[in-house]
C-alpha cells in the first residue's frame, strides 16, 4: 500500500483508543486514583465525558464530585501517581492488535504522525516496547500545544512537522473527530482498535476506486 496516487499525503492517528486498547486501562487507573477522594467512576459518564478530552479538563469536572469535595490542585496532584500507574500496566501487556501492526507495514510509504492529548512520559515507552515509535515522523503529545483536542491545533501541528496539507485522521472520540475535521482534514471514525486496519485499508481502497 502506496502513497504517490494518494490524495493524502500523510496519515495521522491517535493512540488512546485506536492503536491501542488503553481506555479500559485509563479507566481502570483513574478508578483507583479517584476512590480516596469518595470519587466512583463509572464507565459509561468516563466514555461520555473523559475520552479525548485532556487530563486537566478531566479532573477539572470531577474534582467537585469528590466527597468531601475537593480543590482542583488537590486531585491534580494525584495524576503523577496515575501516570505512573498507566504506565506500568501497559508495559506490562501492551493491547495492540496484531492486524494494525501489519498495517503500519503496509504503509510504509506514507508519512505517518501520531496525534494524542496523553503525556509523552506515558506513551513513548509503550511505543518503544511496541517497537514503532520510529514509525511515526511527526509525534504530538498534550504538552505540544496550547489548544487540545477537539481544538485543531494538534493535528495542525502534525502536519506541519510533516510539511503535508492533506491528511487522514484515525479517531474514535469525538473531540478527536472534531479536532481532524477542523483542521481541515478526512476522518475515519473508529470504534475499535480492533477495525483500525480494515477500515484504513477500506479509506484508501475507496479513495484509489474513486480515483480510477
Not at 84 to 111: G, H, I, K, Q, Y
Not at 168 to 182: F, K, Q, R, Y
Not at 198 to 203: E, I
Request: glycine share 6%; net charge negative; hydrophobic share 45%.
Amino acid at each position: 500500500m502506496s502513497s504517490p496516487d494518494s490524495q493524502y499525503q500523510a496519515i495521522l492517528f491517535d493512540f488512546d483508543g485506536v492503536l491501542v486498547d488503553s481506555e479500559p486501562v485509563h479507566f481502570a487507573c483513574w478508578g483507583e486514583i479517584l476512590r480516596p477522594f469518595g470519587i466512583t467512576l463509572e464507565w459509561e459518564y468516563y466514555a461520555a465525558n473523559c475520552i479525548g478530552v485532556s487530563d486537566r479538563a478531566m479532573i477539572a469536572t470531577l474534582a467537585p464530585l469528590a466527597e468531601p469535595p475537593v480543590k482542583f490542585d488537590t486531585l491534580y496532584a494525584q495524576y503523577p501517581n496515575k501516570k505512573s500507574l498507566f504506565r506500568e500496566r501497559m508495559l506490562v501487556n501492551t493491547p495492540m492488535p496484531a492486524e494494525t501492526l501489519r498495517l503500519l507495514d503496509e504503509l510504509r510509504d506514507f508519512p505517518l504522525g501520531l496525534v494524542t492529548s496523553s503525556g509523552q512520559t506515558e506513551v513513548a515507552p509503550i511505543l518503544e516496547r511496541l517497537g514503532i515509535r520510529d514509525r511515526f515522523a511527526a509525534q504530538v503529545y498534550g504538552g505540544d500545544v496550547a489548544r487540545l483536542k477537539p481544538a485543531p491545533d494538534p493535528y495542525l501541528r502534525a502536519a506541519e512537522r510533516l510539511g503535508v496539507t492533506r491528511a487522514l485522521v484515525i479517531e474514535d472520540s469525538e473531540a478527536g473527530i472534531a479536532a481532524g475535521t477542523a483542521a481541515g482534514f478526512d476522518v475515519v471514525r473508529i470504534t475499535t482498535p480492533n477495525e483500525v486496519a480494515a477500515k484504513v485499508r477500506a479509506a484508501l481502497s475507496l479513495e484509489t476506486a474513486n480515483r480510477s
